[in-house]
């Protein structure tokens, strides 16, 4: 059995049936981030004055980040535009370049987590705050029973407000150094995991069901790359719909990341 | 955006002569994140500006993402009828959200320490 509007659009709508279907998807994918940045509005402005985080990420790591899904934008366009100018190789080349570089993304982005998830606040027995990244635990650290000593690479202060906005001008000097701490000194010691802070939580909420997304759109444009360019030698006008819809997912993808980086980043 | 941007038989653009703008568009894209991140660091007297430069921007880039790598401008109705009930929804969530935060909006949460 044949399913029409495979290829063909229909004469009513002038759309073929995956086109029409992954534009509907997109909507309901809208609605999905759209609620999650609804909670992002209500976490932000819940927070008591002062404890919402700035300057938690790396700005730097987040633009080079945002460079790279913008150039993997315009690679799966210029593939799309290769499918219809009938230049294969040229297509195999751009898509080739989008899942290269949809792999830096989520490298890019793992790395960021894992500077999350060896990022410490210690709450002091003596009510200071030490802050930093984990050098080393002893091997007899036992926090429960108050035993052995952990290095971090980071600094002290006297309230936990003063971790919250690294963006302020006193915090750009702040020196870090290597700072041992025995256990018997740490009344609590957290790493900037989801749990750690609203707004962490809501960080790795949005970004990991970015990054989600990331690595499902590349699945399918290898997939394309891979084993699904054979279509080309047999239906190449189907194929080329194929990549169009992959590129519209994609496109999507890219801009969330355009509304997440100022979010999460920079404000 | 150049004229090649046209319809082909209603579906996307033609692709041949659009390289052009699709690579106008990309830059573009660039320099608004250079001016997002830019932005980011100037004081406009407070940071609710801070925030409306800074979304003000991302909107620009996602319309030129919507308009011209997903071929949104030359779209048929159909699509324009999907997008505006999720254009619609989507408003009135983020109109929901904001008018919650009003202590005089029914559906206010009074702070709890």
């Known amino acids: 059995m044949d399913f029409p509007y495979i290829v063909e659009p229909r004469r009513d709508t002038g759309l073929y049936n995956a086109k029409l279907g992954i534009w509907l998807f997109l909507a309901s994918e809208v609605m999905l981030f759209g609620a999650l940045f609804s909670a992002y509005v209500l976490l932000r402005v819940g927070a008591e004055p002062g404890m919402w985080p700035h300057g938690w990420l790396n700005v730097y790591i987040g633009t080079a980040n945002t460079i790279v899904l913008i150039t993997s934008s315009i690679t799966t366009v210029m593939a799309w535009v290769s499918c219809k100018l009938r230049q294969y190789g040229r297509f195999k080349f751009f898509h080739a370049l989008t899942i290269l570089l949809a792999m830096t993304f989520v490298c890019i982005k793992s790395y960021e987590y894992h500077d999350k998830f060896t990022h410490y606040e210690i709450t002091l027995a003596n009510g200071k705050f030490a802050d930093g990244h984990l050098v080393e635990r002893s091997k007899d650290f036992d926090l429960a029973k108050k035993t052995g000593r952990v290095t ?22 702040i020196q870090r150094e290597e700072l041992t701490i025995p256990a018997t000194d740490i009344k609590k010691m957290e790493r900037y995991g989801p749990w750690h802070h609203t707004y962490l939580a809501i960080y790795f909420t949005l970004t990991a069901l970015h990054a989600f997304h990331v690595i499902c759109g590349a699945l399918v444009i290898g997939f394309l790359w891979g084993p699904g360019s054979r279509m080309w030698k047999t239906d190449p006008e189907r194929f080329t719909n194929r990549v169009e819809v992959s590129g519209l997912f994609w496109h999507f993808v890219d ?3 355009i509304f997440l980086f100022p979010v999460l980043y920079l404000l | 955006m150049n004229n090649s941007m046209t319809m082909n038989d209603g579906r996307a653009p033609e692709p041949a002569h659009s390289v052009r703008g699709y690579i106008f ?10 001016l997002t991140v830019w932005a980011s660091f100037i004081q406009f007297g407070s940071r609710e500006i801070n925030i409306a430069v800074a979304l003000a921007i991302a909107s620009v880039k996602a319309f030129l993402v919507v308009a011209y790598f997903m071929h949104l401008i030359s779209e048929r109705k159909m699509i324009y009828c999907v997008m505006g009930f999720t254009a619609f929804f989507f408003a009135g969530l ?6 919650s935060l009003s202590p005089n909006s029914l559906v206010h949460m009074p702070h709890v320490p």
């Open chain 2, 25 to 34: 568009v990309f830059i573009a894209l660039l320099a608004g994140t250079f």
């Open chain 1, 152 to 173: 971090i690479h980071g600094h002290e202060v006297e309230h936990e407000v003063e971790l919250m906005d690294m963006q302020r001008p006193e915090a750009r000097h």
């Open chain 2, 94 to 99: 983020m109109g929901l959200t904001i008018w």
């Open chain 1, 255 to 257: 801009l969330i990341w």
